[in-house]
């Protein structure tokens, strides 16, 4: 019997959207989302598995149907529920702060990630934002969605902000010259 | 003087209002306004003038802006002007012209290369106290305004297949090659427009003027995608793997400079090469410039260095510049042609030069003039080749330095820096040379039609110092002269390095740009060596100067490390709790409830509220790491020294790890959720250290182990209910009852639906629970928990309580297992399973690690007058002098337990474990404490345990 | 400085953890003497060369890798997973 009606809060409540000159940043709502790391051996069967599910195995650095690659012999999926599979499965459905950057995205973090970003669509890299360790990819070549954990939400906001900003700076900087 | 009518804008310099073009140097609105004097010398505070046009000046450095945002030390060459500008000369006080230090001139005779080395040397005190401060008063650049700089910087990262470093003739063509083959191109210019030496000669390419051809190659560069030109970006440093560093000055709309690191797979250097001077009697004056300076500020600004101007040099320059100037309507009085043995031997002129003496081959004049343009011909701007340490080679066609092929690792050099010196061989230097990088990148570069232009071939007799009395300067920027390497050479500092650090010629700002050569081959003739032999001093990043601020861009405020934050943070300040950092985490100190008026109330009721009613504690920060596979159980039994393969499922176990050194790495609870499933505690602190270490041992000592690991701290928001009615106050919110769960049990449970998972664990000696929420939930669940820990005569408590909890229950924290501890150290060496092998067993056995004297873990209670205790503090005999040699021990933690009515500290005492009862000293010599305190068992309260069992 | 990761691609050193002397592959068995692992745990080459280390892609795919490198010229000539070493 239950006495509490628990209410959900997102990682970047009150924090976002915001826009900074072309620049949009937006909190994303993952849903369900959990690791799959395959135990040794296994990788063919978890991705058997999946499929009866319509979750495609994603490439390494790769984002795939309801999937991506999340990390060495790790990815992540989509789904509200997995089948049983002889791999090591967690909920990390609240463990990030997920956020996309559009408009450019790509001259904003590249004041942040030390990875060249001019990827193809769907490229997902594992590296740093700033000081957080972090998963960045590209969704559509005007769009990249970063994903720090949960509890640095703050510090990404602030970080990608303090960089759009400063591109603003010289977006004004060209009219007045 | 300006040449023709323009556009200006106001600007200041030391407080006096001119005039200036946006855009042009703050050096050429100065020379076209008439301020000839922009500052006064390092050592000797002579007047100076602007002597050059680029980042190479020696002279006119001057400081930009004023109070906290006033940047010193900024060349008045490359400075560009805005209306409002405001620039302050430097190292001169009460003004530029009435400067007191001047007086050092006079002096000078006493003042020489290695005068600081031999005359402060006695006595010692004095160093501190009284030279280091008039030296440094006397002798400078310019000061920081000692506030936090309000500008912005910016640091960002690009990367390209072929980084062009330089845009002028070489430059322009290799980025243009490189870009039409397809290949993806930054070319980086550290001017504010493209061209090099073109915008400041006066040279036709293809039959028009050669700035037509620079402003259609820009065009075509700007228009290929895979292009990026970057200008006023200063390429500072190479570095491995093709890694460069470039800064770039903004300068505008409140962002002031960015700092590049440029990643490319190829890099072509074309840098040019920068004029250097003659050393000949007092050649320092305000109007003496480098002729190609002269025709810069000629040519490109339409500004007169001079009314009456003469050229003294040994290149065709002499007669180059003579051409341009007479042609800008500006009168050349005579040319000194060193190559013919024609020298200048003396100027005149107190804060500018009014003339100068000349001497052609034993027939002397004086001759009346305002400016001397000066040339000793052109070194090749090497300075990036030397970074991983390449020596250039010396080249007797051209008298100076080329860079070695492969001194940088995939970069190779064209145009002027490469040693060709006109602008036909530039341009096919950079064609020719861009083609071949191309081709090492698989791609084909398109057939180009190189331009006309001009093909004068670079004749130069060497010419390095002149006959004559008077100091003849080398280094203007450090006030370094012919006679100062001489005497360095005099008393044996013969190496080039030697010489260098004696006489600090090549130091500073300009790191020698302008006086390496010169100085060099004058030490070269003085040691009766070649100049080859005597070799050049090393250059190092960066190639011009970059403020900490722009390398350290975004690191300030917020940005200088991530922030993390609990799903109850919202809710613990907004009660007004103090929040203190543990790692990069934010944990509320204490909660001060009404009428509390410092942190020990708080502290003590909240520990009082846990041992008789109910608390409630955040406790997401400590790390949780989700272990699975078939040989979870088999990795968890190596990285513990203690055993969990025995843990039976729904049940937690205390376990303690080891480095493999034998010493203790950190600790925590970990749970059996599955036969193959268990979710690992770490403290707040070690949890990324811990994980690390799982990720080493699964990699690197056990990849026969089939088991993933996987951080859920952030998944989780996890709360402890520690006290009495910790199991009311859950038995009226969990969907199940608590009252079946064992101490150290844990279990699957759902909180109004929501899957949750509870732990029967304590960190209070009180019975207590942990309960976990998915982190979404976080925040809501906090509310309810102190919610109704408060209508149970409960409420939340901070970090000050929970330290003081668990020290009167002898728990450890990192502030015990602080590296140097073992197992045996802390008593827990039983718990060091020899069944099994485990990371750090070996070593942990270690006769020096087990036994003897080691300092063990004890409990302490003041004993004397003295209740104070300190974390820090020092243990001896009780009656033993509180020296190091008689140090037996040390405080790790301390606190007021309000339970006890006494101090309590636990610290580490050698053979302490056999000493309890015994009463020694405590002394804190920073507090200036000095206690009795009696060695005790660690465990202050409830030894037996009976309250977390219920 | 930049390593070429097996698994992520060459990326700069700010995303790696430095480890040390890859002799860390080579654990001693547990009964196998002082000696072995004083040697194991404390003794180091410092050589002016070829080097082999142990590194971390921390900020990236996790991946432990032995990177063989130059002390003298800082050339990176080989990475690999250490987990393929140690098989």
């Known amino acids: 019997m239950s006495v509490v009606n628990l209410i959900a809060k997102s990682a970047c409540a009150g924090l976002l959207p915001v826009t900074i000159g072309d620049v949009t940043l937006a909190e994303v709502d993952v849903g369900q989302m959990w690791s799959v790391s395959p135990f040794a051996g296994s990788e063919k069967d978890c991705a058997v598995a999946l499929k009866a599910v319509g979750v495609a195995w994603p490439q390494v650095g790769q984002r795939a149907e309801g999937a991506y690659w999340l990390g060495l012999d790790q990815v992540m999926v989509y789904a509200d529920a997995l089948p049983e599979m002889p791999a090591a499965v967690t909920d990390q459905s609240d463990a990030w702060a997920v956020v996309s950057v ?76 | 003087m300006r040449l023709c009518q323009v556009e200006t804008v106001p600007f200041t310099f030391d407080g ?122 006397a002798a400078g650049l310019g000061g ?86 970057m200008t006023r970006t200063a390429v500072t440093g190479a570095y491995d793997q093709g890694t460069f560093g470039a800064f770039e000055r903004v300068d505008r709309a409140g962002l002031k400079a960015c700092f590049w690191r440029i990643v490319a797979k190829r890099s072509v250097l074309c840098a040019g090469a920068l004029e250097r001077g003659i050393a000949f009697p007092n050649n320092d004056r305000p109007g003496v410039m480098m002729a190609g300076a002269v025709r810069a500020y000629a040519n490109r600004w339409d500004v007169a260095t001079g009314t009456r101007v003469a050229v003294f040099g040994n290149t065709g320059d002499v007669a180059r510049t003579a051409r341009d100037l007479t042609d800008a309507g500006i009168e050349v009085v005579t040319l000194i042609d060193a190559a013919a043995g024609e020298h200048v ?51 007797d066609a051209i008298a100076s330095f080329v860079p070695t092929p492969g001194a940088v690792p995939d970069m190779v050099t064209a145009g002027a820096c490469h040693g060709v010196f006109h602008t036909m061989g530039c341009l096919l230097d950079g064609a020719q040379i861009a083609e071949a990088v191309v081709k090492t990148l698989g791609l084909k570069a398109k057939p180009v039609v190189l331009p006309d232009a001009d093909a004068t071939p670079y004749v130069i007799t060497p010419v390095w110092s002149v006959a004559g009395k008077g100091r003849k300067w080398i280094d203007y920027q450090n006030d370094v002269h012919v006679k100062d390497i001489e005497l360095a050479a005099r008393e ?56 900490i601020a722009a390398m350290g861009a975004g690191g300030a405020g917020m940005g200088f490390a991530p922030q993390r934050y609990t799903t109850s943070h919202a809710a613990s300040a907004a009660v007004g709790a103090p929040m203190i950092e543990a790692g990069l985490w934010y944990r509320p100190s204490y909660f001060p409830a009404e009428g509390e008026t410092n942190w020990r109330q708080s502290c003590d009721r909240e520990v009082n509220m846990v041992r008789e009613a109910v ?150 000696g009180e019975m207590a629970f942990e309960l976990a929420v998915p982190a979404r939930f976080g925040a809501d669940l906090y509310g309810a928990l102190v919610d109704r820990a408060a209508a149970l005569g409960g409420g939340p408590y901070g970090m000050e309580a929970l330290n003081v909890l668990r020290i009167e229950k002898g728990f450890i924290t990192h502030a015990e297992i602080h590296g140097r501890v073992t197992a045996f150290d802390i008593g827990l060496d039983r718990i060091v399973s020899l069944k099994k092998d485990c990371v750090g067993q070996a070593m942990s ?47 790790t933690s301390v606190g007021f337990s309000p339970t006890l009515g006494v101090m309590l500290a636990l610290g580490f005492l050698d053979r302490g474990r056999a000493r309890h009862g015994e009463v020694i000293r405590m002394v804190d010599h920073m507090r200036g404490l000095d206690a009795q305190v009696e060695v005790c068992d660690p465990v202050f309260f409830d030894p037996e345990g009976g309250r977390v069992r219920g | 400085m930049r390593i070429n990761c097996p698994v992520c691609g060459e990326r700069d050193r700010r995303e790696f953890y430095y480890v040390g002397d890859a002799v860390a592959l080579d654990r001693p068995d547990r009964d196998a003497g002082l000696d072995a692992w004083d040697s194991y745990v404390h003794l180091r080459d410092n050589p002016a060369g070829l080097t082999r280390d142990l590194w971390h892609h921390e900020a990236g795919c996790g991946a432990w890798l032995v990177v063989t490198r130059n002390t003298g010229t800082h050339a990176v000539s080989d990475v690999v997973l250490a987990r393929e070493v140690v098989r």
């Open chain 1, 102 to 177: 559009s408009g450019d995205a790509q001259t904003v973090l590249a004041r942040l990630v030390p990875v060249d970003l001019r990827v193809p669509e769907g490229a997902v890299m594992r590296t740093l934002v700033g000081h957080m360790t972090a998963h960045v990819s590209c969704v559509a070549h005007d769009r990249f969605e970063v994903m720090v954990m949960r509890s640095m939400a703050r510090t990404l906001v602030h970080d990608l902000t303090t960089a759009a900003e400063a591109i603003a700076a010289r977006g004004a900087l060209d009219v007045d010259i």
């Open chain 2, 16 to 137: 006096v209002t001119y005039r200036g073009v946006v855009g042009e140097t703050l050096a050429a609105a100065l020379i076209a306004n008439g301020v000839k004097m922009v500052a006064r010398s390092f050592k000797y505070h002579r007047p100076r003038g602007v002597m050059g046009s680029g980042s190479e000046e020696p002279n006119a450095l001057v400081t930009i802006g004023r109070g906290a945002a006033a940047e010193p030390n900024v060349r008045a060459t490359v400075q560009e002007v805005y209306s409002g500008l405001e620039a302050f000369s430097q190292n001169a006080w009460p003004s530029l012209k009435t400067d007191v230090m001047a007086v050092n001139d006079l002096v000078s005779p006493f003042l020489g290369a290695g005068f600081y080395y031999k005359t402060f040397m006695w006595p010692k005190a004095f160093w501190e106290k009284v030279y280091e401060p008039v030296i440094r008063r």
């Open chain 2, 144 to 229: 920081l305004s000692g506030k936090a700089d309000p500008e912005t910087y910016e640091k960002a990262f690009a990367f390209c297949d072929v980084l062009v470093i330089g845009a002028g003739p070489a430059g322009l063509m290799a980025a243009l090659v490189a870009g039409e083959a397809g290949a993806d191109v930054i070319l980086a210019e550290e001017d504010s427009a493209l061209g090099g030496r073109l915008l400041a000669e006066v040279e036709d390419i293809d039959g028009l003027p050669a700035m037509r051809w620079v402003a259609d190659v820009e065009a075509r560069l700007q228009a290929m995608p895979n292009v990026r030109v």
């Open chain 2, 345 to 395: 031997i003396g100027t005149k002129g107190r804060h500018g030069l009014t003339s100068i003496t000349v001497d052609r081959n034993g027939v002397v004049e004086q001759i009346e003039v305002d400016c001397l343009a000066v040339t000793g011909g052109w070194n090749p701007t090497v300075h990036l080749t030397c970074h991983m340490n390449g020596r250039p080679v010396w080249d």
């Open chain 2, 492 to 547: 044996n500092f013969r190496s080039v390095e030697h010489m260098k650090r004696y006489t600090t010629q090549g130091m500073a700002p300009d790191q020698g740009k302008s006086s390496n050569v010169v100085a060099l081959a004058v030490l070269a003739d003085v040691t009766g060596r070649g100049i080859p032999e005597t070799g050049t001093t090393t250059f190092r990043p960066p190639f011009v100067p970059v403020p």
């Open chain 2, 615 to 764: 608390g409630v504690v955040d406790v997401s920060t400590l790390g949780k790491i989700d272990i699975q596979g078939p040989d979870a159980a088999a990795l968890l039994d190596f990285v513990y020294s203690n055993t969990f393969s025995t843990l039976k499922v729904g049940r937690a176990r205390y376990g303690l790890m080891l480095r493999e050194d034998g010493h203790v790495l950190d600790d925590g609870t970990t749970a059996r959720l599955g036969e193959n499933h268990y979710v690992m505690t770490t403290t707040t602190a070690a949890s990324g250290l811990v994980m690390r270490h799982l990720e080493f041992v699964l990699q690197v000592l056990r990849p026969d182990l089939d088991a993933r690991v996987i951080s859920v701290t952030e998944q989780w928001a996890q709360f402890g209910v520690a006290g009495p009615k910790s199991r009311e106050l859950l038995n009226g919110l969990l969907d199940q009852g608590v009252d079946e769960l064992p101490f150290m049990g844990c279990a699957d449970v759902t909180v109004g639906g929501v899957r949750a998972r509870l732990f029967r664990i304590s960190f209070s």
């Open chain 2, 845 to 891: 056995r270690r006769a020096g690690l087990l036994g003897g004297d080691r300092a063990q873990l004890v409990g302490l209670k003041p004993v004397g007058d003295v209740k104070q205790l300190s974390a820090g503090a020092h243990l001896f005999e009780s009656d033993a002098e509180p020296v190091r040699v008689n140090g037996q021990g040390y405080i």
